[in-house]
């Protein structure tokens, strides 16, 4: 199979979990490719008998279907050979992705929001481990496991507070969104859930906060195959829409 291929096919796995919300093994995610009719073109582009971009296109058909869960799937032949990024609306606590990210606080040991649903839907393992990290900067960003979550890892990073935007409130939401991405690098994961860091009780204007982590995991290069933004409400689900048009 060639590389182009198998990354094709891990996307595609990527999506299906995304949408079922759990891991699937090689052989169900096959079964489930079947069931949405896609895994025909598969089999005809590894015998080079279709573009990418048309596979791509025909895809997104079948996915179109479950457009209402907000799935966005890649459209674009040069999407294949970089990151894909993709707006969900929904719990990132339920995303089946390699690794989640947490809008945390300096303790780490836990809060509410995100924090707190996360800390909940983990369970006690996690704030066991975090208690080893002797807490994290604004901006900064550790990692620990998923423990009981669907996720692998758990990447925990501090937002600013939102103190009028004169305080370097955007350099240090952009280096959340940067440093979260390097300690993912480190843990050679393929797939990265990010949350609207700062945006709820740290009350950064939610268009402002968007546009800046949009523009920071445009800039990201490296082994990440699909960044997700998950966003709670569908306020912050269209600004991101929007602006990933
Ligand atoms: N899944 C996805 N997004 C969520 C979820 C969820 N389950 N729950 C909330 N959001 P916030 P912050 C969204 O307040 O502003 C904690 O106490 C929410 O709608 O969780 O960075 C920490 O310990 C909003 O868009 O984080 C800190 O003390 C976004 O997540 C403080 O809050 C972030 O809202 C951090 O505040």
């Known amino acids: 199979m060639s590389k182009k291929a198998a990354k094709l096919g891990r996307l595609l796995q ?3 979990e995304a949408i079922l919300g759990k891991r699937l093994d090689k052989r169900k995610f096959r079964r489930k490719i079947e069931l949405l009719n896609i895994v025909k073109p598969i089999s005809e582009y590894r015998r080079g008998g279709q573009r990418p971009a048309r596979l791509y296109r025909f895809a997104a058909a079948r996915f179109e279907k479950l457009k209402d869960k907000g799935i966005l799937f890649p459209l674009e032949d040069r999407e294949i050979m970089s990151c894909a990024i993709q707006v969900l609306q929904g719990d990132i606590t339920r995303q089946a992705v390699d690794a989640i990210v947490n809008a945390a606080n300096s303790s780490l ?4 929001g995100v924090d707190g649903a996360i800390h909940r839907a983990a369970g006690a393992g996690l704030v066991a481990e975090c208690r080893l ?7 900064e960003a550790k990692a620990t496991k998923g423990h009981n979550l669907p996720a692998k890892y758990v990447i925990h990073t501090v937002g600013p507070v939102w103190r009028g935007g004169d305080n370097e409130e955007d350099r ?5 969104y940067r440093k979260s991405l390097e300690v993912a690098n480190g843990l050679k994961i393929r797939s990265i859930a990010f949350p609207a860091i700062s945006t709820g009780i740290y009350g950064f204007p939610k268009q402002r906060a968007a546009r800046i982590a949009v523009n920071e995991v445009q800039k ?13 409400d569908s306020e912050t689900a269209n600004i991101y829409r929007k602006l990933l048009k």
Do not use: H, P, R
Request: glycine share 24%; with cysteine; proline share 0%.
């Open 220 to 232: 990201y290069s490296g082994d990440i195959e699909v960044i997700f933004f998950v966003c709670f």
């Open 109 to 112: 040991l836990g809060g509410g």
């Open 172 to 176: 240090l939401l952009a280096s959340c």
């Open 14 to 16: 990527g999506n299906c």
């Open 133 to 139: 990290l002797g807490g994290c900067k604004t901006g």
